[in-house]
């Protein structure tokens, strides 16, 4: 276990972890298509190495019926998969022309959700499990069923085929495996909650290989400070070749401060050893009391998920400085540097040095929002050469410098990117990001110069669109018919 807030260690190299990362295995493996789970892999930093449509004038066209409505996974077949929660929730798996296959609404006696939990919105992460293409959801069902669900991709339908499936917890209201569970390359499968801060939920991170319980890790009092963990956004796998290293980042109340509790931004590293998970390092912003109108004091907030850079040596994370109605709060993003499954502050510099409990600077701050304003959650895309994020009020995207954070580049998106875009980066150098309702924008990772598709027809929904083949771009949409019938939407 460490603290480390000053030690700095080399980058692992890329070209031998890709080369881990594809090597092949009679495990499980994430799957190799161009999208196959959030953010595109288990670094979360959207990259495709595919293509989105290289027309001019690209058409949207909706697919079959569809009933989830997350973001979509591509599987290295073609096959496109959703999800969606609510008490209505299902997944859905499409064939590279858009056909329904199967869907977890057509499982019946019992429903899919009264057996394994309703699956969540986020996207499906699909792999492989020996010759068996399987996709993995996370499910939460409130006082019911929680816990991840295999089911078989090349299933013949109309509803799914369980390969496993294991149930963490049948009623703790509070405790939600909300995100897209991260493949290693010895075939585990991780996942773990979205709210692990409430003694009465489970509190743990899973391991699997194989549908068999490998270990877990966590609970409440597990960390060294005996608080509890704060898991609150995607995960990120990262691998030595040796050992698979899980980040888990989310926020840690640290309190009572003067009187005050306060919160601030964490990252945890968990080991896997084969037989366990070990808290390999435990990071925490720095706590800055800058105290605003007498009674409130200034702390770090996560405001998304994390991304790690391609060369697994920089993590980067959406943050949130809370101030006060009259200040407001300030939203932007910083790196940290990861290697060796050890993290310390990069940029900017002044959050992670100086003593003077300041705000963060001003040239690091992409969006100020006072009353009136909900802030929009995101994730950065990431390629070798910079930084891509909206900004908290979706109104502009950033291009920053991987190395220093310094500003490349600002765009205004034209009406607005939809609340907690993600952007994806295809392998023509192009962002593609939803938009406010109906568009779809293009932005050139060089310049930052934009293009907007707009449709009439479908409102499009989910956090963000994911690259498929033959320069497709997939997302979920509703009709605006006035049916609100959910479909899959492609653009191409």
């Known amino acids: 276990m460490k603290f480390t807030m000053h030690r700095r260690f080399s980058r692992a190299p890329f070209t031998l972890l890709l080369l881990l990362?594809?090597?092949?295995?009679?495990?499980?493996?994430?799957?190799?298509?161009?999208?196959?789970r959030f953010m595109g892999d288990n670094y979360n930093n959207g990259l495709s190495t595919y293509s989105g449509p290289t027309i001019s004038n690209p058409v949207f066209t909706a697919t079959a019926?569809?009933?989830?409505?997350?973001?979509?996974?591509?599987?290295?077949n073609g096959k496109v998969v959703i999800a969606g929660a609510g008490a209505n929730g299902y997944v859905d798996c499409f064939s590279s022309t858009g056909s329904l296959i199967w869907t977890t609404q057509k499982q019946t006696n019992p429903t899919f959700a009264s057996t394994y939990?309703?699956?969540?919105?986020?996207?499906?992460?699909?792999?492989?499990?020996?010759?068996?293409?399987?996709?993995?959801?996370t499910t939460y069902t409130s006082g019911g069923p929680a816990g991840i669900v295999a089911l078989k991709l090349n299933a013949a339908g109309p509803?799914?085929?369980?390969?496993?499936?294991?149930?963490?917890s049948t009623g703790f209201p509070s405790w939600t495996p909300y995100f897209s569970p991260v493949v290693g390359p010895d075939g585990t499968v991780y996942t773990a909650g979205g709210n692990l801060t409430d003694a009465s939920g489970d509190q743990k991170m899973y391991a699997f290989q194989s549908g068999?319980?490998?270990?877990?890790w966590g609970g409440p009092g597990a960390t060294m400070d005996g608080?509890?963990?704060?898991?609150?956004?995607?995960?990120i796998l990262w691998t030595d070749g040796t050992n698979n290293y899980i980040l888990l980042c989310g926020i840690i109340n640290i309190g009572p401060q003067n009187g005050f509790y306060t919160n601030t931004i964490r990252v945890l590293v968990i080991k896997d050893s084969g037989t366990s998970g070990i808290l390999e390092d435990d990071f925490k912003f720095p706590l800055y009391f800058k105290q605003f109108a007498g009674d409130h004091y200034g702390e770090y907030t996560m405001n998304g998920d994390p991304s790690l850079s391609p060369d697994g040596g920089s993590l980067i994370i959406p943050w949130c400085y809370s101030g006060t109605s009259v200040t407001g709060n300030e939203y932007g993003i910083a790196c940290l540097s990861f290697s060796g499954g050890v993290v310390n502050g990069n940029w900017p510099s002044a959050i992670f040095t100086n003593p003077a409990y300041d705000p963060p600077p001003s040239s690091f701050v992409d969006a100020t929002i006072t009353n009136g304003s909900n802030p929009y959650h995101y994730c950065a895309a990431i390629d070798s050469s910079g930084v891509?994020?909206?900004?908290?009020l979706g109104?502009?995207?950033?291009?920053?410098?991987?190395?220093t954070g310094n500003l490349d580049w600002t765009t205004s998106l034209p009406g607005g990117a939809i609340a907690g875009a993600d952007p994806a980066l295809d392998s023509n150098n192009k962002i593609w990001i939803t938009g406010h309702a109906s568009s779809v924008f293009k932005l050139d990772t060089s310049t930052g110069n934009p293009t907007t598709f707009t449709n009439t027809s479908y409102t499009i929904f989910g956090d963000g669109l994911a690259i498929g083949y033959n320069s497709n771009v997939w997302m979920a949409a509703t009709t605006t018919d006035g049916t609100n019938t959910k479909k899959l939407l492609r653009l191409k």
Request: cysteine-free; proline content about 10%.
């Open 65 to 76: 019926t569809a009933y989830g409505q997350s973001v979509p996974s591509v599987a290295s």
């Open 117 to 137: 939990g309703t699956p969540t919105n986020y996207p499906p992460a699909i792999g492989k499990e020996g010759t068996v293409d399987v996709v993995y959801v």
């Open 159 to 168: 509803g799914p085929s369980v390969k496993w499936s294991y149930i963490m």
């Open 395 to 403: 109104t502009a995207m950033f291009k920053r410098d991987l190395s």
């Open 21 to 36: 990362l594809v090597s092949p295995s009679a495990h499980a493996q994430l799957d190799t298509g161009p999208f196959p």
């Open 388 to 392: 891509y994020s909206t900004n908290a």
């Open 212 to 216: 068999t319980l490998k270990w877990t």
């Open 227 to 235: 608080t509890n963990i704060a898991s609150q956004t995607e995960p």
